[in-house]
């Protein structure tokens, strides 16, 4: 903040990029912060960084008056590391919205009251519900790379023969690295508690990171420790027990829960509930933190697996990406999945709480015994993909008890009577993820009964008040506790739980970072309109098939295939301001034009170096616009199949990946690779760079 005062210029020292922005330090992350602190000799290697910046700054379109502090897609790119900004509302001339607008419904629509919902749907639900979709379609991907495994390991090999054959070997599967990468902490021989606490701290306040060498090694150190603990680790002691929740890659809350409860230690008892990673920028950091106090407390740190400690739902959800910004090497990611299997599955405090990621079995008959007798070793996912309960006819085949013991542990939620009475009684599939199973309060009481307990507590789903309590009868509760606040641009407070000695249920703390800003609401439009443009093709058919041949449905039928469509568990009818118009809803007697609805949603992407836009869905867009749907799992699929590691794909590889793709989709969804590859190669060079397939998706709607 010195080096940048409130709002200036900066430069960057021996380079021809000015940054031509106002930038307010408070709003940057910590490694942008500080560039303008830079020594000169140090100027050439954060150049890229610069330039990407520069180039933001340029292109960004903002509403008069307000400053270019943020991109027209609200983030910094550098390398393949993305730092998500507060992204304010702007119009975007006569094109529809790049951000929605901050204005009300009466100001979108004046004089159209039907517009305007009589009943108002929380911000928070909005979002919670377009969370649940896109953590429901990233599962999709990361079954899709757990399918795709057996490709992995020979696409590797491939890598290796031809960095072989090149006489030099290939860094990206291997520890050894250059420039930038080489950079960040390097900790002494002896870590002890004040040499944790500081390298937390300059995380938190420096934005420093910790050295290749320095992570590798306490990996290293750890997995012989965790790989000792059984699956059920148990606490005997009578002593203050502290619970975290879902921690994401926010090393921020991570100070804030020491802070809150005191720093781990020979005298307290410290549960870290699983999902370290992903989604935050900071997961290399949480994982140093909890490890290095785990080899210096052994007995009194506990970390149970979660869902997201998985290597294919790190590809899915980000931490693939974060650790090849940081050290651009696959080796690390390997080691660190090779560590997760390592994790204890869950803690029992005697007497008092059972402590796991999620839930529990469902398997008929299950114990604690069989929990315990779950080879973790032998699993690196944690959910078994369609492909893994099919045999070669296609035919379902029962999936191996420990894995169905380890999916229902890491990835189940509980559901209250007033949400599905029936459910009091036994469980169903968790639809909402795709994954696990949802439950009841019965099946929470007969299993403490079996385990001598009161109390469970699990994580896994983000709350808006941090914590929850599930009421389950004869004196029995479930807790989720959750411990990243501002999840994913949200508004969420964070929370923990510390259960004091005796018999009493836990207190919780509740705490966030910072508070949030009005954005949310803007961030909610623009990703409701994004998704109903990206899904023009499904929808148009649903509608449809409802409206009979007609052009106009009424409106509780357009809510409800908006729900059955988009997978969203969302009253869309309560907010049909955000996304209908007087031209595609006139009147409530008119009902809703969905041909108008859909037309008024358009898609442009920038294709191939010179940015050509391209509509979707009209013209050489034709083929892009079936695609939007299914974007994320291709370019995870290219990634993998890329063999020499250059980022660039040819014909072949693209028709490769399509057609694993096409056999998870149905015939109606799948891609035509011909016609994709046409509109991506416009130069008819015959391949593709990867990252501009990535990028083009950052969409204009």
């Given at each position: ?92 001339g006569k094109g529809g919205w790049r951000a929605m607008s901050a204005a009300s419904e009466e100001e979108l629509h004046p004089g ?529 199949i890329d063999v020499n590691g250059d980022g660039m794909l040819s014909r072949e590889e693209v028709e490769s990946g399509v057609e ?42």
């Amino acid at each position: 903040d010195k080096a940048l005062g409130p709002s200036c210029e900066v430069k960057a020292a021996e380079t021809s990029w000015p940054i031509q922005a106002h930038i307010t330090p408070s709003t940057l992350p910590p490694r942008i912060r500080n560039l303008a602190s830079l020594r000169p000799a140090m100027a050439a290697r954060i150049a890229p960084a610069v330039r990407s910046l520069s180039a933001l700054a340029r292109n960004a379109t903002c509403a008069p008056g307000m400053p270019a502090r943020v991109a027209s897609r609200g983030m910094w790119r550098m390398g393949r590391g993305i730092w998500n900004l507060p992204q304010r509302p702007h119009r975007r001339g006569k094109g529809g919205w790049r951000a929605m607008s901050a204005a009300s419904e009466e100001e979108l629509h004046p004089g159209h009251p039907h517009l305007n919902s009589s009943v108002e749907s929380s911000t928070f639900e909005v979002f919670q519900a377009l969370y649940e979709r896109e953590y429901a379609e990233r599962l999709k991907v990361a079954n899709l790379m757990n399918s795709l495994a057996d490709v992995a390991e020979k696409k590797k090999e491939q890598r290796a023969e031809l960095a072989s054959r090149s006489g030099h070997g290939d860094l990206q599967d291997s520890f050894v690295t250059k420039g930038i990468f080489a950079m960040g902490m390097q900790l002494p021989d002896v870590i002890d508690h004040d040499g944790v606490v500081d390298m937390l701290k300059r995380m938190v306040r420096d934005g420093e990171r910790i050295h290749l060498d320095s992570f590798k090694r306490i990996i290293d150190e750890a997995m012989p420790v965790l790989a000792a603990e059984p699956n059920i680790q148990l606490i005997e002691n009578d002593r203050r027990v502290v619970v975290i929740g879902d921690l994401h890659g926010s090393i921020a809350d991570l100070l804030l829960c020491f802070e809150a409860a005191g720093y781990p230690g020979d005298d307290v008892d410290y549960v870290f509930n699983g999902d370290f990673v992903d989604r935050g920028e900071h997961g290399v950091e949480v994982l140093s933190v909890l490890l290095a106090f785990k080899l210096l407390y052994p007995d009194t740190v506990k970390l149970n697996r979660g869902n997201h400690e998985d290597m294919n739902v790190g590809r899915a959800y980000g931490f693939f990406d974060e650790v090849m910004t940081k050290y651009g090497t696959r080796a690390i990611y390997d080691l660190v999945g090779e560590m997760y299997t390592t994790i204890p599955l869950c803690t029992i405090i005697r007497n008092k709480a059972f402590i796991v990621h999620a839930g529990i079995p469902s398997l008929p008959g299950a114990t604690i015994f069989h929990v315990g007798a779950i080879g973790r070793r032998g699993l690196k996912g944690t959910v078994a993909s369609q492909w893994d309960v099919k045999d070669p006819e296609g035919k379902m085949k029962p999936r191996p008890s420990s894995l169905r013991m380890l999916e229902d542990l890491l990835w189940s939620d509980p559901v209250a009577p007033d949400e599905g009475a029936f459910l009091d009684d036994f469980s169903e599939p968790n639809v909402k993820r795709g994954a696990g199973i949802v439950y009841g309060p019965k099946m929470i009481r007969e299993w403490l009964h079996k385990l001598g307990c009161k109390y469970m507590v699990r994580s896994h789903q983000c709350v808006e008040t941090g914590a929850e309590t599930l009421d389950c009868g004869q004196g029995m509760a479930c807790y989720t506790v959750f411990s990243a606040s501002n999840y994913q641009g949200g508004s969420n407070e964070a929370a923990l739980l510390v259960f004091q000695p005796g018999d009493g249920p836990p207190q919780i703390l509740r705490q966030r970072v910072s508070n949030p800003g009005p954005e949310l609401a803007q961030r909610n439009r623009a990703a409701l309109v994004n998704l109903v443009a990206a899904n023009k093709k499904r929808l148009r058919r649903g509608f449809a098939a409802a409206a009979g041949g007609g052009a106009h449905i009424p409106l509780n039928v357009w809510g409800d295939v908006m729900r059955q469509e988009l997978g969203m568990d969302l009253d869309f009818c309560k907010i049909r301001g955000e996304l209908l118009t007087p031209v595609s809803f006139p009147s409530v007697e008119a009902g809703v034009d969905y041909n108008a609805f859909l037309d008024s949603h358009k898609v442009e992407v920038a294709v191939g170096k010179g940015k050509e836009q391209v509509v979707c869905g009209q013209g050489r867009g034709d083929s892009l616009q079936a695609f939007l749907p299914h974007r994320n799992m291709l370019g995870a699929v290219f990634r993998m199949i890329d063999v020499n590691g250059d980022g660039m794909l040819s014909r072949e590889e693209v028709e490769s990946g399509v057609e694993m793709l096409n056999q998870s989709l149905p015939e109606a969804d799948r891609i035509d690779a011909d016609a994709l590859f046409a509109v991506m190669d416009s130069k008819g060079k015959g391949q593709i760079s990867i990252d501009e397939f990535t990028e083009i998706w950052n969409i204009s709607v």
